[in-house]
Nanobody, 121 residues
Framework: QVQLVESGGGLVHTGGSLNLSCAAS????????MGWYRQAPGQQRELVAT???????TYADSVKGRSTVSRDNAKNTVFLQMNSLKPEDAAVYYC???????????????WGQGTQVTVSS
């Protein structure tokens, strides 16, 4: 199985910046998509950003333009940088690993334990 460990959460002021890390137990090159999700109290888990093993990225509209997802293959780590934090950015942020076999025979999803991000005003 794939183990994912998030870090970097904490208290951030409104307008401040956030830098999260997700360390994987396997080469992230072998994982089709690494993603960041978040879940606020009483809310559904939502996609924040993804990055494929080819380097393609996607972002939620709410963070587009102020977020950057990147990776360090040598460290098997994915990062999420977010600027201009807003109160609505407060949530538990989760790292996700998703892969599908070339033929679609199997798929897997693994999740980290989450890291809490609190935004103060």
């Amino acid at each position: 199985q794939v183990q994912l460990v998030e870090s970097g959460g904490g208290l951030v002021h409104t307008g401040g910046s956030l830098n999260l890390s997700c360390a994987a137990s396997v080469s992230i090159v072998s994982i089709n998509v690494m993603g960041w999700y978040r879940q606020a109290p009483g809310q559904q888990r939502e996609l924040v950003a993804t990055i494929t093993n080819r380097g393609s990225t996607t972002y939620a509209d709410s963070v587009k333009g102020r977020s950057t997802v990147s990776r360090d293959n040598a460290k098997n780590t994915v990062f999420l940088q977010m600027n201009s934090l807003k109160p609505e950015d407060a949530a538990v942020y989760y790292c996700n690993a998703h892969s599908t076999s070339l033929t679609g025979y199997w798929t897997y999803d693994y999740w980290g334990q989450g890291t809490q991000v609190t935004v103060s005003s």
